[in-house]
């Protein structure tokens, strides 16, 4: 009930595509939905975050959906970039924890080519 | 502000050997959080400190690992003693109770 699933493991796609990453979550507590970028030799960074109150987030090309009944979030980087090239993590968490314990996504390795 | 601070950044140790893990978090931020990272298990939280106390340690694997956080601005993760499978990139995130978490950049930790 813990887990996150996350998919794809890896993901190519051209300059200027749409990059897709799903993720789907078994918890009801969870209440928190953060998306975290890392690159290598780095630690992740928080990207963009929802709540479940709303059911999409846009911060510049990128954009969380969120749908509560079928517990699965997503993100959208539009008009990708070389620069994106990262490992992307979806997160969750509950708050009645009273901190933010994220659990994790196993991530997913984008690569945007040229 | 230079971010969460974690020494050292590589580590390689033989099995059976103490092995200290160091992070200074961001000032003025309270809570406290050491992650481990493999290719297996991917990111696990092990333990949150909220102004210097440990409040959740439920993601420590086992007696051989133990965190303390002696003031504000020092936190340590130990390991005695080390084996193959404690190998993995071990990070400390800091926060301001309930925010955001600022990962620092990692310790890669091998033991041979």
């Known amino acids: 009930q813990q887990q996150v699933k996350q998919s794809p493991q890896s993901l190519i796609v051209q300059k200027g595509g749409i990059s897709i990453i799903n993720c789907a979550y078994e918890?009801?507590?969870?209440?928190?939905f953060p998306w975290y970028q890392q690159f290598p030799g780095k630690g992740p960074a928080l990207l963009i975050a929802i709540r479940p109150d709303v059911s999409e987030k846009k911060e510049g090309r990128f954009t969380i959906s969120f749908n509560k009944s079928a517990k699965q979030f997503s993100l959208h980087i539009m008009d990708s970039q070389p620069g994106d090239s990262a490992t992307y993590f979806c997160a969750a968490s509950p708050m009645n924890t009273g901190f933010q314990k994220l659990v994790f996504g196993t991530g997913t390795r984008l690569l945007v080519s040229p | 502000d230079a971010g969460v601070i974690q020494s050292p950044r590589h580590e390689v140790t033989e099995m059976g050997q103490e092995v200290t893990l160091r992070c200074k978090p961001i000032?003025?931020?309270?809570?406290l959080f050491w992650y481990r990272q493999t290719m297996m298990r991917g990111l696990e939280l092990l333990i949150y400190?909220?102004?210097?106390?440990?409040?959740?340690d439920s993601g420590m694997p086992e007696d051989r690992f133990s965190a303390k956080m002696p003031n504000a601005s020092f936190s340590t993760l130990k390991i005695q003693p080390s084996e193959p499978r404690d190998s993995a990139v071990y990070f400390c995130a800091s926060s301001p109770t309930g925010n955001t978490q600022y990962f620092g950049p990692g310790t890669r930790l091998t033991v041979l």
């Open positions: 000032s003025g931020h309270n809570s």
């Open positions: 400190f909220n102004n210097n106390v440990p409040i959740d």
């Open positions: 918890n009801t507590a969870f209440d928190y």
